[in-house]
């Protein structure tokens, strides 16, 4: 499913109008109907409602007056609510607002006056929220605020217009207050505003809406990947009937030190559930006894630590050794952030050839000289960070990542020429070449420790198996939230570990397969 920014849905709507000669009163016929549509086909039930219409002046508010007509045509009783004077509405809104039943309208431009009418929303079967559409990008204040907030302690349904009034519709940050809607009806496009959180808890059910844009304009309107279950079914191989493990990779995973050996075993058995045909976890040789009880799948390649529970760049020769012949390299899972482990790391990144997917004190490492990143010798590398570790690669303040994780990532990988997967609620992938995808699977249970530890497994098994590295990021945080959500399904989202989500990877991966 494509996602834009608000930029793109006016690009999109200018050249509709300009070059297709569409105008804008027949767009907000159309969107208005398609509206009145969903709402008689999700709350009408068979029988007439009433429905409260909180109406602003511009365009958002002219929709919202197509659904008034619209409902009422369909014997709804509508009142409509307009957060405006009548002389500041003009164009297709005003048009549409003179085909209105003067009775069934309350005009109210000052704070207060909408408040008198509070008994009047709670007492409808439904509120329309039409109030502001997705060109909003300064804080709600004054009447337009008291409006959301008698709307949102209604109690009632509320349908929200393109998006709900108060969202970002680029970023997806409340403006101050916004709307919480049951369902939110967007025009043409889901924007990403109502994907990333927090504004995706502000939009209930959401359902995408035509409303005439040309086929040139939807396939040629710039926007984002959003990832779910039939985007990423149709991207898995299924395997041939007469194959054998060396058809599916060899992983080499570095990983592990000492009160860290989990994250290595997370990262290696997480490969070999996704599929690897083959898995070799090189570790600290003071490990290697744990580990080899809690891989049995997985071989083991115990490097020279002299009993220390660390590796530094006196390994490299056994790595590079490890490496003819694999098909992937992962790098960074509990290896440790001590001086000489990071020197190693910054090592095998300028040096070896292999794809290679990088994680956690991996990242740590490159942070402290991320120029290694431009002399680095593999076409294919894949960042794994989370906001702490993005800010530490990045210099910047999580909070500043958190207020831009698309431009962020996206920046970033282009730079540096690398895939980025920036992880958190809604995971970003960006590309080399500046694509971006949004993940939609994966629940709050996942904010425990090893989940990042489980998706280096995930990805590199993927990338060892030949999937693009393009491809190998996006089926691997779906399906790594997928996993997570299948469990969740199971037993809630409260105490669920990296273990769990790791041993549901193959049902996940079977249950994408099926769509």
């Known amino acids: 499913?494509?996602?834009?920014?608000?930029?793109?849905?006016?690009?999109?709507?200018?050249?509709?109008?300009?070059?297709?000669?569409?105008?804008?009163?027949?767009?907000?016929?159309?969107?208005?109907?398609?509206?009145?549509?969903?709402?008689?086909?999700?709350?009408?039930?068979?029988?007439?409602?009433?429905?409260?219409?909180?109406?602003?002046?511009?365009?958002?508010?002219?929709?919202?007056?197509?659904?008034?007509?619209?409902?009422?045509?369909?014997?709804?009783?509508?009142?409509?609510?307009?957060?405006a004077r009548r002389t500041d509405i003009a164009g297709d809104a005003a048009v549409n607002l003179a085909l209105l039943d003067e009775s069934s309208l309350f005009f109210c431009p000052e704070p207060g006056e909408l408040s008198c009418y509070a008994n009047e929303l709670a007492g409808a079967?439904?509120?329309?929220?039409?109030?502001?559409?997705?060109?909003?990008?300064?804080?709600?204040?004054?009447?337009?605020?008291?409006a959301i907030e008698l709307i949102n302690s209604s109690g009632r349904p509320v349908v929200a217009v393109d998006i709900p009034s108060g969202l970002d519709a680029t970023s997806g940050r409340v403006l101050g207050v916004a709307v919480k809607a049951s369902l939110t009806v967007a025009f043409a496009f889901a924007k990403v505003g109502h994907l990333l959180y927090p504004g995706a808890e502000y939009c209930g059910c959401l359902k995408i809406a035509e409303i005439g844009?040309?086929?040139?304009?939807?396939?040629?309107?710039?926007?984002?990947?959003?990832?779910?279950?039939?985007?990423?079914?149709?991207?898995?191989?299924?395997?041939?009937?007469?194959?054998?493990?060396?058809?599916?990779?060899?992983?080499?995973?570095?990983?592990?030190?000492?009160?860290?050996?989990?994250?290595?075993?997370?990262?290696?058995?997480?490969?070999?559930?996704?599929g690897s045909g083959l898995v070799t976890l090189a570790v600290p040789g003071a490990l290697n006894g744990i580990v080899e009880i809690k891989t049995t799948e997985a071989m083991t390649l115990p490097l020279d630590d002299e009993g220390r529970g660390f590796v530094d760049e006196r390994v490299f020769a056994e790595i590079l050794k490890a490496s003819v012949g694999k098909s992937v390299l992962a790098l960074g899972p509990g290896v440790s952030w001590r001086p000489g482990t990071a020197s190693l790391i910054r090592r095998l990144v300028s040096e070896i050839a292999l794809p290679m997917v990088i994680d956690a004190d991996g990242l740590?490492?490159?942070?402290?000289?991320?120029?290694?990143?431009?002399?680095?010798?593999?076409?294919?590398?894949?960042?794994?960070?989370?906001?702490?570790?993005?800010?530490?690669?990045?210099?910047?303040?999580?909070?500043?990542?958190?207020?831009?994780?698309?431009?962020?990532?996206?920046?970033?990988?282009?730079?540096?020429?690398?895939?980025?997967?920036?992880?958190?609620?809604?995971?970003?992938?960006?590309?080399?070449?500046?694509?971006?995808?949004?993940?939609?699977?994966?629940?709050?249970?996942?904010?425990?420790?090893?989940?990042g530890d489980v998706l280096t497994g995930i990805v590199a098994s993927l990338v060892g198996q030949g999937y693009s590295a393009d491809k190998a990021c996006k089926i691997g945080v779906f399906l790594h939230g997928k996993a997570a959500d299948l469990v969740a399904a199971d037993s809630g989202e409260i105490g669920i570990t990296a273990s769990d989500v790791q041993e549901r990877l193959p049902f996940a991966m079977k249950k994408l397969m099926e769509i």
């Not at 079967?125 to 008291?146: K, P």
């Not at 995973?253 to 996704?274: F, Q």
């Not at 207020?403 to 080399?432: E, W």
């Open 1 to 83: 499913m494509k996602v834009v920014t608000a930029e793109a849905m006016r690009d999109a709507e200018r050249l509709t109008i300009e070059k297709f000669g569409i105008s804008g009163l027949t767009l907000m016929e159309a969107a208005g109907k398609s509206c009145s549509d969903l709402i008689l086909a999700d709350f009408g039930q068979g029988k007439k409602a009433s429905v409260a219409v909180i109406a602003g002046k511009g365009n958002n508010g002219g929709d919202g007056y197509v659904i008034a007509r619209s409902l009422q045509q369909h014997g709804w009783e509508v009142k409509t609510y307009i957060v």
């Open 125 to 146: 079967d439904l509120i329309v929220d039409a109030l502001f559409g997705t060109g909003l990008n300064t804080s709600v204040r004054a009447v337009h605020a008291e």
């Open 213 to 274: 844009f040309p086929n040139e304009v939807l396939s040629g309107t710039v926007g984002y990947e959003f990832l779910d279950s039939e985007t990423i079914g149709p991207l898995l191989r299924k395997r041939e009937r007469g194959a054998h493990k060396g058809d599916y990779g060899h992983c080499l995973i570095l990983a592990g030190s000492t009160g860290k050996s989990g994250s290595a075993v997370l990262a290696a058995n997480s490969a070999v559930r996704t």
């Open 364 to 451: 740590n490492a490159l942070s402290e000289d991320v120029s290694v990143l431009l002399r680095k010798k593999s076409d294919s590398v894949i960042l794994t960070p989370h906001p702490g570790e993005m800010s530490r690669l990045s210099g910047l303040s999580i909070a500043e990542i958190e207020r831009d994780r698309i431009a962020i990532a996206r920046d970033f990988a282009q730079k540096y020429h690398v895939y980025l997967v920036l992880k958190g609620a809604r995971t970003i992938i960006s590309t080399p070449e500046g694509g971006v995808a949004i993940n939609g699977s994966g629940n709050p249970g996942m904010a425990s420790g090893g989940m």
